[in-house]
């Protein structure tokens, strides 16, 4: 039964740091893993969307990895703004039409 | 990208009274639908598997009477809480995948006195 889990739990930095969040999932067999931010309250917005066969893909400030074999991704925010504030939440998928399995998630908290 | 919708976004109901959630695919066909669930500071649960033309699959722990999932048509699913209780309470949101990844309804706040 593939377990995803999230590291730290809560993160509160000052404004202008530099950040990574961490991902780690049990079964190694996926499809694909994304990256989502959820402001309280709302829904789910996708940041990066990395397939099985790559390494890392990169949106502006963002760059996430994925290290398949070990079981890990990394979410890499640079220069932080208190807009980045929200929970982030990382998600695999074993094939193209399955269900998402969902990490804890990330609190993050950018302090001006 | 392809977009889901959902409606409503937001409910309030009284204990005991249904509610109706819909689920829909407006620019692509979905055979298979997704149901989540998530509780105040807790992440997203898969509840069930919405399979159009078959029943759907409840993951353990969730209550198909409670629970009627209706996969109507190949772009629409409806999440039905029979005679909902203040734990029900809660926010709903349902995905449709394609062949490169999953999209997402921006979700439905029930709030039940």
């Known amino acids: 039964k593939q377990e995803v889990t999230q590291i730290p739990a809560a993160l509160s930095v000052p404004e202008g740091e530099n950040l990574v969040l961490n991902c780690s999932f049990t079964?190694?067999?996926?499809?694909?893993l994304q990256w989502f931010r959820q402001d309280p309250g709302k829904g789910l917005t996708s940041l990066l969307l990395i397939q099985s066969s790559q390494r890392e893909q990169t949106s502006g400030r963002l760059n996430a990895s994925l290290d398949k074999s070990s079981g890990r991704s990394t979410l890499y925010i640079a220069a932080s703004q208190p807009g980045d504030s929200a929970t982030y939440l990382c998600a695999v998928v074993k094939t193209s039409y399955d269900k998402v399995i969902f990490g804890p998630g990330t609190s993050l908290s950018v302090i001006p | 990208g392809a977009v889901v919708s959902q409606h409503p976004s937001r409910v309030i109901c009284k204990s005991g009274t249904s509610v109706k959630i819909e689920c829909r695919s407006l620019?692509?066909?979905?055979?298979?639908m997704f149901w989540y669930r998530q509780f105040p500071k807790k992440s997203l649960m898969l509840m069930a598997t919405?399979?159009?033309?078959?029943?759907?699959?409840?993951e353990q722990g969730v209550e198909k009477d409670k629970f009627l999932i209706n996969h109507a048509s190949l772009t629409l699913s409806t999440l039905t809480v029979t005679s909902a209780h203040p734990e029900d309470s809660s926010f709903y949101i349902c995905s449709a995948p394609t062949s490169s990844e999953q999209f997402f309804g921006p979700g439905t706040r029930l709030t039940v006195l």
């Open positions: 919405s399979n159009e033309g078959s029943k759907a699959t409840y």
């Open positions: 620019d692509f066909q979905a055979t298979t």
């Open positions: 079964d190694s067999a996926i499809y694909n």
